[in-house]
């Protein structure tokens, strides 16, 4: 995985439940609406969303029924969405959905939107990440406003 300067650094803990998979949608939403331009973070939402579903419908929660999202914000305009939970029978992977499956395309979603993505496993469970780049273009000036933590 490639490393990322953080600049700033958040972390939730919610329950393995839908609930929680939308309060930390909306506290990573709230937490970077003022540091991200506004089409970067619906990518950055979609992605967190993806990923936090998954971990809800497929895989097992940490200890005490939780999953953990954390993000970081790096000084060059890289987030970066870690979601740990614990862990599932196989390994996350992106998989073609038929047009007409309800669901299936998660992972295809997050390789869309993201740079990067990939899966690290760990004596606690397991942990997908995926990184969004700010291109350059697009960074507003609280990106590098907000790195002062």
Do not use: F, K, Y
């Amino acid at each position: 995985m490639p490393e990322t300067v953080a600049a700033r650094v958040w972390c939730v803990v919610v329950p393995h439940r839908p609930e929680g998979a939308r309060l930390a949608r909306h506290r990573l939403s709230a937490a970077l609406a003022d540091r991200l331009p506004t089409v970067v973070l619906s990518d950055v939402v979609a992605v967190a969303a993806e990923l936090i579903g998954n971990a809800v419908r497929h895989a097992a929660p940490l200890p005490g029924d939780v999953v953990r999202v954390a993000w970081r914000l790096s000084r060059v305009g890289v987030v970066e969405i870690r979601v740990t939970d614990g862990g599932a029978a196989g390994r996350p992977t992106e998989r073609i959905a038929d047009p007409e499956a309800p669901d299936g395309r998660g992972l295809t979603i997050v390789s869309a939107l993201a740079d990067t993505w990939g899966v690290v496993r760990d004596g606690l469970g397991q942990c997908v990440w995926a990184q969004v780049n700010v291109p350059a273009t697009r960074r507003s000036e609280p990106v590098l406003a907000g790195a002062g933590a």
